[in-house]
């Protein structure tokens, strides 16, 4: 984020409002204990699906004809499914599809968000009609819906359900960051910079895009956590990831049948989803408390 | 307030035109097509074709859009490819399971939400405020479908309580159909009432610490004559006009609960269109969906400019 922060030339910098820094971001976090748990369970489980080979070194499709249905013990700590798969495994590596499809979204909405909400907010005319109907019309689906219509469309997988669901919350962003943009335009640091001359990109992105972070990164990560629920629920429907990669959604959907049988590897992709979730959705809360200038000297 | 009114209704039109076309597009776009998927392992080029001609699919796009668009507008939604049914009337009787599990689900946030949320505002940081939010925070970050298994679990399959999934219609036992209704109520309904917690709780400490409810406090009334006459009524606004925008996002959500628990609403239609590449009955889906959405938007929208004169006169100056 560094490489983000404005260079005005020194008569300017007089006026330039402070953009959001990494090292301010931690300090004001320290603050937020729901914020800290929020990051510890993000970092655990980056670390998990980075890892998931190392920590669960089996092969998460593998079956066990011998040993179907198992409770936990200490040969299968998570006890196994129907078809004798081990649901540690399962779970350890169905972090991977969650992450990567929190990511990929992540990635998607923010990458044409941003852009399209800065050129609108900047430029406003013509370009910001057609482009805040456009959204307008993309919000007036409801989420789960457009999602649903887009994997069907694409075909059912892990890539699909993460630029689905990356396409459902564009709107968001760009939104967020045009009405940013409207107001951060007229202020001086703004009108000085262009009065230096500097060009529309520069501006846009260095001047303007530093400025209005502390919102998107608090949006980013609750969209995140929705992501999560977005890929558990599509690959519970049988729209997202498919057999034999192992999801949560899908593992815990397969499973169900089987609930007397192996009750554990129903929970255990469930508890996944809730804590995974839970994790994002408190690193969120805790973000908008500490960024939250309103809220800054309670 | 009039020209608010008309301004917004008008913008409805322009919506729906674009939903359709996007819908329809769409659809056109998912790989396979119906008459296909319905032939199967019976697949003759030649009845493919036959077939296709029939149902008017071996048209250009554009004419097939026309006459589905043009249809629709005299109200007849046309007939599912696989099964012959009217989409419409098949909707029609959907529809309503649909709304009634989205009601029911709103009175159950509505009614454990609010007192959840003045209590923790009342006692703020104390141990009631933290174990309050604490289940809130879990009720945000559970998915409906995942909710609705651990009511399963709970009530259906150890308890024994109520029935784990199904449907029986209103008219041949109430209690029965009623008994049907309730998990999948609280389970559409937990997400938003955790949600809806946190906004009462919020709206209300900000209240409390207004000028007036000093004063009426130290007018010398009853502390829960300030809390719930002066400061509830006031911060009650901002939570229930979100809570009237969820109404459509419970549509969304209503559609996987729907699968979950075997309900016969739309929902189950609606997927079983999608997964058939049945073109009128997914398009006939979405458009309900999405025309109960916008309509429902655009009602809690004109309440609010009606108890809120700033955003009347904003939209006139606009």
């Known amino acids: 984020m560094d490489s983000f922060a404005a260079q005005p030339s020194p008569d300017v910098e007089v006026v330039v409002a402070r953009p959001l820094t990494v090292v301010m971001l931690f300090q004001r976090l320290r603050r937020s204990r729901t914020a800290f748990i929020g990051l510890f369970i993000v970092l655990v489980l980056l670390l998990t699906a980075l890892f998931a080979d190392i920590i669960a070194p089996g092969n998460p499709a593998e079956m066990q004809t011998s040993a179907r249905s198992r409770s936990p013990g200490a040969e299968h700590w998570l006890g196994t499914d129907h078809l004798g798969r081990d649901t540690f495994t399962r779970v350890i590596h169905g972090s991977r599809v969650s992450m990567y499809v929190a990511l990929l979204t992540i990635f998607i909405s923010l990458g044409i968000g941003i852009p399209f909400g800065l050129a609108a907010g900047y430029y406003e005319g013509v370009f910001d009609l057609l482009l805040s109907r456009l959204m307008d019309l993309m919000m007036s689906f409801p989420v789960v819906i457009l999602a649903m219509v887009i994997t069907v469309v694409l075909g059912a997988g892990v890539t699909t359900v993460g630029v689905a669901v990356g396409i459902v919350y564009i709107p968001a962003f760009a939104r967020l960051v045009r009405a940013s943009t409207l107001t951060l335009k007229e202020s001086e640091f703004v009108l000085a910079a262009r009065a230096v001359g500097y060009s529309d990109l520069r501006i846009l992105f260095f001047q303007i895009l530093p400025n209005c972070m502390a919102p998107i990164i608090v949006s980013g990560t609750v969209i995140m956590a929705y992501a999560l629920i977005m890929e558990a629920t599509l690959s519970f429907l049988g729209l997202g990831t498919q057999p034999p990669t192992p999801s949560w959604g899908f593992d815990l959907k397969m499973n169900l049948v089987y609930l007397e049988l192996s009750p554990s590897s129903t929970l255990f992709p469930g508890l996944a989803i809730l804590i995974a979730v839970l994790g994002f959705n408190m690193l969120g809360d805790g973000l908008r408390d500490s960024l939250d200038p309103k809220l800054q000297h309670r | 307030m009039g020209p608010y009114i008309v301004k917004r209704v008008l913008l409805l039109f322009p919506t729906v035109f674009g939903v359709s076309v996007v819908i329809f597009v769409m659809m056109r776009l998912v790989p396979g097509d119906p008459i296909t998927t319905m032939l199967g392992l019976e697949y003759r080029p030649e009845l493919a074709t036959q077939l296709k001609r029939e149902v008017g699919l071996d ?229 309900v969906i999405t025309i109960v959405f916008v309509a429902l938007n655009l009602l809690v929208d004109v309440l609010y400019a009606l108890l809120d004169p700033r955003i009347r006169f904003g939209a006139q100056k606009a």
């Open chain 2, 59 to 287: 048209q250009p796009l554009i004419v097939q859009y026309g006459k589905w668009a043009a249809r629709l507008l005299t109200g007849d939604w046309g007939k599912s490819v696989a099964s012959g049914i009217q989409v419409r009337q098949e909707i029609l009787r959907k529809l309503p399971v649909t709304l009634e599990l989205i009601a029911f689900a709103m009175t159950f946030a509505i009614t454990i939400s609010v007192p959840a949320g003045i209590i923790s505002a009342v006692w703020p940081n104390s141990m009631k405020d933290y174990g309050l939010m604490s289940v809130a925070m879990l009720g945000i970050s559970m998915p409906e479908f995942l909710s609705g298994v651990v009511l399963m679990l709970v009530f259906a399959l150890q308890l024994g309580w109520l029935p784990a999934a199904g449907y029986s219609p209103p008219s041949e036992n109430l209690l029965a159909h009623l008994k049907f209704m309730v998990l999948p109520a609280v389970a559409l309904g937990f997400p938003r009432a955790a949600i809806l917690a946190r906004l009462v709780r919020a709206s209300m400490l900000e209240v409390i610490g207004e000028d007036y409810v000093k004063t009426a406090r130290a007018k010398g009334l009853s502390e829960w004559v300030v809390i719930l006459r002066h400061a509830f009524s006031n911060a009650i606004i901002p939570p229930l006009s979100w809570m009237g925008l969820q109404i459509g996002y419970l549509v969304g959500g209503a559609v996987v609960v729907e699968i979950v628990f075997l309900i016969p609403g739309i929902a189950t239609f609606g997927m079983d269109g999608i997964f058939a590449r049945d073109y009128p009955r997914v398009q006939g889906f979405v458009m």
